[in-house]
């Protein structure tokens, strides 16, 4: 596989996130269902957005690892959230999380009116290998 970024602009660099991504040569290629902050139970958290971010995160790496793929090839992430007001003082630890797998990935982040039940942030990616 052959992954290349496009940023015509730096100013993206402080948000974690390219332009455009081109992928040649892909072995196979993972859609994955938005990944919120729900339990292994299958019950939504009503906790605050920085629980439901951690968690939304670690379910997301869960379902990219089981499927035998890496988080590093993210190549698309979109964030849904009920409130960028409570999202951004958190969003550090998304950032982290994308510098720790060295992801370059084009995102899209939207404020939704709601989301399934109780959540607050859902995470959805496309993966390659």
Not at 2 to 31: G, H, I, M
Not at 92 to 107: D, G, M, N, R, Y
């Amino acid at each position: 596989m052959e992954k290349r970024e496009f940023s015509p602009w730096k100013w993206q660099d402080e948000r974690s996130y390219v332009q455009a991504v081109e992928v040649k040569n892909v072995q196979a290629t993972l859609y994955v269902s938005g990944q919120a902050a729900v339990h292994a139970d299958g019950t939504s958290s009503n906790a605050d957005m920085k629980s439901q971010l951690e968690e939304a995160i670690a379910n997301l790496e869960q379902v990219i690892n089981h499927a035998g793929y890496d988080p590093k090839n993210i190549v698309r992430l979109t964030i849904y959230t009920t409130s960028t007001e409570e999202l951004w003082p958190n969003f550090p630890i998304l950032q982290e999380w994308i510098a720790k797998h060295s992801i370059k990935q084009a995102t899209t982040l939207m404020e939704v009116k709601t989301l399934f039940e109780t959540l607050k942030v859902e995470l959805e990616a496309t993966v390659v290998k």
